[in-house]
Structure formats: C-alpha cells, structure tokens
C-alpha cells in the first residue's frame, strides 16, 4: 500500500530564493523539451504520398526525441548551460519523465479510449514542484530525520511533523511544491502489506448513496447531509478581490499582491471542500461494511448546463474518489453502479415512473409508495450494487436493506446427456 503524507517545511530566505530558482530553471527546461518534441511531430506529419499544405520537412529531420533520447542530452544540456549542473539528474531526469507521461496520455487512449488533451508551455511560476526519487538512501540526496529534511545543495529545512509516519511504512520519494502560503513536501509512503477487503459472506451493513444539488447525499433510510456551498458563499468576496485586481498594472507590486489573495482565497475553498469530503466519507466508512454509489459521467452533467458552476462547487467526483480511498484502507467495499433509471424506477416494484427534476417526490401508481425522490434512487442503487455482488437477487426490484443474504443455490443437480 502506498499513502501520501505532506508536511509544511520553513526554509530561509536563502533556500526560498534557491527553490525558486530551481524552478524555474526546470519550467524552462521543461518548454525547451516541450518544444523539441512538437517540433519533430511537425515535421514528420506529413502523409508519405502527398504534401501538407501546413508544413513540409526542409533538410535532415532529425531523431525521435523521447525519453531517452531527452534523458542522454542532459551531460550537453549541463555544458551549455553550466546553471543547471546544481540541480540534481534524478530532479531532471523526473521533470522529463512527466513531461514523457503526459505525452503519452495526449497520444495514446485509456482502457476507456481518451484521450487527455497536448502538453502545454508552461508560463512564469507555473511549474511548482520538483520531486527527489529516494529518500534516507546511502546515495539519496534527501535526508529525513523526524524533524529536518537534510539536502546538501540547501542544507537544514524544518519541518512541521503534525503527524507522525505510521509504523511499518518507509519514504519512498520526497516532492518539494511551493503553493500560494509557502512551501510543503510530500512523503511517498510504502508499506508491503496489502489491505484485504471484507468477505461477502461476512457484510452486515450496507448503504446506498444518492448524490444531488439539494442535498449533497441522501442515503437509502432517507439521512441526508446539506450541501455546504463552499465557493457559492465565498462567490461576492472572491468577485470584490477580481475587481480590485483590474484596477491594477499587471506585473505591478500591488497586483501581485491582490493575485496573491485571490490565490489564497481559492486555496481556503479547496481546502474547506476537501475537509468536508474527508470527514463525511470517514463516517460513511466507519458504519458500512459496502457503500454503493453512481458511476456518474461529471463532465457531461456539467457540460451546456446551468448547474455547471453547482456541480463542480460540490465536487462528487471528488468525494467518490476520497471515499474509495478511505474504504480501501478499511477493506470495505465500494461499488460504482450504472445510474441508468435510478430515479425513474420504483425501489419497491420496479415500475417505471417518469417525472422531470422539479418533481421531488417519488409516487408509484403501481404498488401506492411515496418517498422522496433521492431517497428512491437512493435503494434503486443499492438494488443494483447487491445484484453485481451477488448478495441478494431481488424478484421485483424490492431489497429489505436491513437483512442482506446470499443468493441462494440448490445443491442438487441432474445431469443431462445425449447418450
């Protein structure tokens, strides 16, 4: 199991400015990379029985600059550029291994068959982090001793241990990223046990969850928790800070200071939602032994809509994602279902019962039942999780989530022969 633990660090002056300028010099090295592979796509693209009218190669086209080919041209780099002989090769040779991944996401499709979109250059403090590949290794450069982590280039940085690296795990690799209030690293932690999840045999408690804009999760017994709004409330102050920022000179003192605040502001936003992500899912975790939640396409939902700014402010994709982390280190399971017809179908007979979204309340003509409308989706998606675990098969789309059992299957048998 691999976990990531960041810490706030307090370099000095001298080390800010230091970190600083490794940046920077890797953001250009990055472009410059960047730039080399564009360039070779460019002009090579060109069809083998005809002529682009965009671009056609003049002279000798060079060699395909992967990885490799980017990774044995940094003893050159260092000699034309003596500034980046300080930086270390593991340090460069990482900045070009993401540049290479995130190349290979543009160009080569999923499971799934997406594709992410081109790498980009990156502008002036753009590029944030740099990351070392071995820690309290005999020929790593970082050290960590519990309160200082030890780089010989820097020297001392503290260290703010809020938590203490749980027993059984080692640092892997150590990432330094500079964000709007300061600097922070990240331990990559390794532990060689693997969680096991619950058995079927042995889940007792299940829930179904239902995620909206009115509630932000309604659970199959009908307990919801409130929507928090976090950006919505902060929408008029954030709007006040936008407008003082285009009175001002861009690349003045006094705009940077206001974009500083701006950037802080947003930060507050991000950390408030993830807080609140983290703690509900921790109480989901804690009370379930299998939590059933909606395979939702986010993007499309929020795609031409005018709940886009509401779906992304409550961030479900997000949420999902904590939630799958926090049960994976319980062993409790987390089941994706496809949200086909989950609010259009009855939980208790199965009967389809169409209503726009303004319709809140869930009434079947068919069997006579009235819930609400998240609530009925809510049983719809656990119906759903059971049946791919193969629970309980329910006859007509009804489950007693109280009692949860195994299909049951005969174990008598005749055998057929044609002879």
């Given at each position: 199991?691999?976990?990531?633990?960041?810490?706030?660090?307090?370099?000095?002056?001298?080390?800010?400015?230091?970190?600083?300028?490794?940046?920077?010099?890797?953001?250009?090295?990055?472009?410059?990379?960047?730039?080399?592979?564009?360039?070779?796509?460019?002009?090579?693209?060109?069809?083998?029985?005809?002529?682009?009218?965009?671009?056609?190669?003049?002279?000798?086209?060079?060699?395909?600059?992967?990885?490799?080919?980017?990774?044995?041209?940094?003893?050159?780099?260092?000699?034309?550029?003596?500034?980046?002989?300080?930086?270390?090769?593991?340090?460069?040779?990482?900045?070009?291994?993401?540049?290479?991944?995130?190349?290979?996401?543009?160009?080569?499709?999923?499971?799934?068959?997406?594709?992410?979109?081109?790498?980009?250059?990156?502008?002036?403090?753009?590029?944030?982090?740099?990351?070392?590949?071995?820690?309290?290794?005999?020929?790593?450069?970082?050290?960590?001793?519990?309160?200082?982590?030890?780089?010989?280039?820097?020297?001392a940085i503290p260290v703010i241990v809020?938590?203490?690296?749980?027993?059984?795990?080692?640092?892997?690799?150590?990432?330094?990223?500079?964000?709007?209030?300061?600097?922070?690293?990240?331990?990559?932690?390794?532990?060689?046990?693997?969680?096991?999840?619950?058995?079927?045999?042995?889940?007792?408690?299940?829930?179904?969850?239902?995620?909206?804009?009115?509630?932000?999760?309604?659970?199959?017994?009908?307990?919801?928790?409130?929507?928090?709004?976090?950006?919505?409330?902060?929408?008029?102050?954030?709007?006040?800070?936008?407008?003082?920022?285009?009175?001002?000179?861009?690349?003045?003192?006094?705009w940077k200071k206001v974009q500083n605040?701006?950037?802080?502001?947003?930060?507050?936003?991000?950390?408030?939602?993830?807080?609140?992500?983290?703690?509900?899912?921790?109480?989901?975790?804690?009370?379930?032994?299998?939590?059933?939640?909606?395979?939702?396409?986010?993007?499309?939902?929020?795609?031409?809509?005018?709940?886009?700014?509401?779906?992304?402010?409550?961030?479900?994709?997000?949420?999902?994602?904590?939630?799958?982390?926090?049960?994976?280190?319980?062993?409790?399971?987390?089941?994706?279902?496809?949200?086909?017809?989950?609010?259009?179908?009855?939980?208790?007979?199965?009967?389809?019962?169409?209503?726009?979204?303004?319709?809140?309340?869930?009434?079947?003509?068919?069997?006579?039942?009235?819930?609400?409308?998240?609530?009925?989706?809510?049983?719809?998606?656990?119906?759903?999780?059971?049946?791919?675990?193969?629970?309980?098969?329910?006859?007509?789309?009804?489950?007693?989530?109280?009692?949860?059992?195994?299909?049951?299957?005969?174990?008598?048998?005749?055998?057929?022969?044609?002879?």
């Open positions: 199991m691999i976990i990531t633990y960041c810490y706030k660090i307090k370099p000095t002056c001298e080390q800010s400015a230091k970190i600083d300028y490794w940046l920077e010099l890797l953001r250009r090295h990055w472009n410059y990379a960047n730039g080399q592979r564009l360039d070779w796509l460019n002009r090579t693209r060109c069809q083998l029985d005809r002529c682009s009218i965009v671009s056609c190669p003049i002279g000798e086209i060079p060699g395909k600059p992967d990885y490799y080919f980017q990774q044995s041209a940094l003893k050159q780099t260092k000699i034309l550029f003596p500034e980046y002989k300080e930086i270390y090769s593991e340090v460069q040779q990482i900045n070009l291994q993401r540049l290479d991944k995130a190349w290979k996401r543009w160009l080569v499709p999923d499971n799934t068959g997406k594709r992410f979109g081109r790498p980009r250059f990156k502008k002036s403090g753009k590029l944030r982090s740099f990351c070392f590949s071995r820690v309290n290794h005999p020929k790593a450069a970082v050290k960590f001793d519990g309160k200082h982590i030890i780089i010989s280039r820097f020297g809020h938590r203490p690296i749980p027993d059984g795990f080692t640092i892997k690799t150590a990432t330094i990223t500079k964000k709007v209030d300061g600097y922070y690293i990240s331990f990559s932690l390794e532990d060689k046990s693997v969680p096991s999840l619950i058995p079927t045999d042995n889940i007792k408690t299940v829930i179904g969850i239902d995620v909206g804009l009115k509630e932000f999760l309604t659970t199959n017994t009908g307990e919801t928790v409130a929507v928090p709004n976090f950006y919505r409330k902060a929408q008029s102050n954030l709007a006040r800070k936008q407008r003082k920022v285009s009175g001002k000179k861009i690349g003045s003192n006094n605040r701006i950037a802080r502001l947003h930060q507050h936003i991000a950390r408030q939602r993830e807080d609140f992500h983290l703690k509900t899912a921790h109480k989901l975790v804690k009370d379930c032994d299998l939590i059933a939640v909606e395979d939702l396409n986010i993007k499309g939902l929020a795609r031409n809509t005018k709940l886009s700014k509401s779906i992304y402010d409550v961030a479900w994709g997000a949420f999902i994602e904590k939630l799958n982390a926090v049960a994976v280190k319980r062993g409790v399971h987390v089941i994706k279902v496809n949200p086909h017809n989950t609010s259009q179908n009855c939980s208790n007979c199965g009967q389809k019962v169409p209503k726009t979204l303004s319709v809140r309340t869930h009434s079947c003509t068919k069997c006579g039942i009235v819930l609400d409308r998240d609530e009925n989706a809510a049983r719809n998606i656990l119906n759903k999780a059971l049946c791919e675990v193969g629970i309980i098969l329910p006859a007509c789309g009804g489950l007693d989530v109280g009692q949860p059992e195994k299909q049951e299957t005969s174990e008598t048998w005749v055998q057929l022969s044609l002879f």
